[in-house]
Nanobody
Framework: QAQLVESGGGLVQTGESLRLSCTAS????????MGWYRQAPGKERELVAT???????NYAEPVKGRFTISRDNAKNTMYLQSNSLKPEDTAVYFC?????????????WGQGTQVTVSS
């Protein structure tokens, strides 16, 4: 079984920055695509950014140019550098990873970390 744990959320003011981290643990053979998603109150969960194992990235339009996704494969860890934060970025941010274990693979989710941006 794989576990994903996010950290780095918090309360910031408009224009400030946060760096989120997500670390995977367990009997993991390898991790393919990883990503960050977010869910604001009363809204559906939406894609923020994804990154493949070889480092190819994809961003949602609202965060392009402000957020940067990266990963350290040796540490099974993914990051999201979030700059120039806006109140509309307020949400619970979830980590996702497609993990490969011995004999099976599946998409795993973290519990989420709250990001609140005040105006």
């Amino acid at each position: 079984q794989a576990q994903l744990v996010e950290s780095g959320g918090g309360l910031v003011q408009t224009g400030e920055s946060l760096r989120l981290s997500c670390t995977a643990s367990g009997s993991i053979f390898s991790i393919n695509t990883m990503g960050w998603y977010r869910q604001a109150p009363g809204k559906e969960r939406e894609l923020v950014a994804t990154i493949t194992r070889d480092g190819s990235t994809n961003y949602a339009e609202p965060v392009k140019g402000r957020f940067t996704i990266s990963r350290d494969n040796a540490k099974n860890t993914m990051y999201l550098q979030s700059n120039s934060l806006k109140p509309e970025d307020t949400a619970v941010y979830f980590c996702y990873a497609y993990v490969v274990l011995s004999g099976r693979s599946y998409g795993a989710w973290g519990q989420g970390t709250q990001v609140t941006v005040s105006s």
